[in-house]
């Protein structure tokens, strides 16, 4: 079954992509598996060895490269398309070749700068494609910034399953269990709650591995007196909730200057919530976070953006980092997410997903910032 929504407002976003195509003076956009593809059609198809490819000229029907035993799947698209579907038996050689000899003259194509590979493009050239190759990520990040009622509905749904499966994993940490297997009862209520595949696998961090901003979780054991940072998420309909927290496990004291950079971090969240409004900029809320960990020496310290978009990517545009001048508007979907990672200490993330709403901001996230407590026996 596909994670993607199930109703597709497709005449209007195929209609959106051939205005934004025209507008950055390009010919045809070339889509291959990936959250783009979905957003366009509703359908879910594997990045593989097998090349699959949409592409979607600025007039004329959009044309589709795909594997013959995708072809089922290619033709429920939601809009009319020309298929070039190729068996195991032949390779894909053929059928790029009849594509690009149907397709006309393409003298600009905009690939996904992030996600295409060489396969395509290659292929592309192999069946003699002459055209002038641009990255189109920003065509993209166009349409998909600002998120409509249906997809928010989607991305309230992943932060309530994110959320109560955090709540019904804090029961399990305690003094002596492993990052490991936190992580791994954290997975399976996201899985029980509703969550379909996850967007990450979670982070565990306790202790000095907490110093690390994408510790992977091992099996260092939970002491008593250690900070943790948990960062997770669920999806719904393939949007994704992504949040942190961090708990403090009981039986022993935290180390007081921990204590005192949580409460920075925490106070750094504010901010750059405070800063978010329509308008405003990633910049703006990246030097507001930033100057409240700065203001407390910690500065060095902080080592990576306040924020990145958020959608049916766990890490898409707009982002709340220094130099991102975009206009925040009205359904634009982020996270805001400072942190203070001291190597030989540990550290610490407060993480939520925020909106933004016609006169303000709202964080989709209702969990507590405090600093939550877990048993020691």
Known sequence: MSNLPEHIPNLARLAGLRAATAAAGLDALAIVPGANLGY???????LSERPTLLV???AGRPWFVVPALELTKARELPFDATFFPWPDETGYGPAFREAIAAAGEIRRLGIEGRRMRWLELEAMRQAGLEAEI???????????MRKDEEELGHMRAAVAIAEEAFSRTLPAMRAGVSEREVAAELTLQLLRGGSGHLPFGPIVATGEHGANPHAVPDERPL???DLVTIDWGATVAGYASDITRCVHVGGAQMPERLREVYAVVRAANAAGRAAAGPGTTGDAVDRATRAVIEQAGLGEYFVHRTGHGL???????????????TPLAAGMTFTIEPG????????????????ITEDGAESLTTLSRELVEVGDA
């Open 56 to 58: 979607v000229p600025v």
């Open 134 to 144: 641009v990255g189109a990520d920003a065509v993209f990040a166009s349409l998909r």
């Open 40 to 46: 366009l059609s509703g359908l879910a198809f594997h």
């Open 311 to 325: 959608g049916l990517e766990t890490h898409e545009e707009p982002d709340m980092k220094a130099g991102d001048l």
């Open 223 to 225: 002491a008593p007196g």
């Open 340 to 355: 203070v990672y001291i190597p030989g200490l540990g550290g610490c993330r407060v993480e939520d997903d925020v909106l």
